[in-house]
């Protein structure tokens, strides 16, 4: 969004959209594995942990992937990003395995 939209904080337990949302923005990639880890409660706010892994054929689509979920409905922040690029066979395949962190109000 522009600068200055902040996107409200959804309340907490938010798993259920979080994971229809990157299950949906995920569907166009050639597969993928959506695991969530921890939730930590930090003053009145919850962090929900979620690392994705998936593979894609362009360097464009893992970062279209990657710009969906940072603009999705859901405020969150992306660490620890891996990117890899695998040749084989004339067929090119970029795997990214990232860490994502989802803000919720408790």
Same mark, same amino acid.
């Given at each position: ?17 979080? #994971?229809?949302?990157? %299950? ?14 921890? =939730?930590?409660?930090?003053? %009145?706010?919850?962090?929900?942990? =979620?690392?994705?892994?998936? %593979?894609?054929?362009?360097?464009? #689509? ?9 603009? %999705? ?28 962190? *989802? *803000?919720?109000?408790?």
């Amino acid at each position: 969004g522009e600068k200055g939209d902040v996107k409200e904080l959804p309340a907490y337990d938010n798993g259920h959209n979080v #994971m229809n949302q990157l %299950s949906y923005i995920l569907a166009d990639t050639e597969e993928y594995e959506i695991s969530f880890s921890s =939730v930590e409660e930090v003053d %009145s706010t919850v962090r929900r942990g =979620v690392t994705l892994n998936f %593979s894609c054929k362009t360097y464009e #689509m893992a970062k279209r992937v990657l710009t969906e979920i940072y603009n %999705s409905d859901y405020r969150c922040i992306l660490k620890d990003l891996y990117l890899n690029c695998k040749e084989d066979n004339e067929q090119t395949t970029y795997n990214v395995i990232v860490d994502v962190v *989802f *803000f919720e109000y408790n």
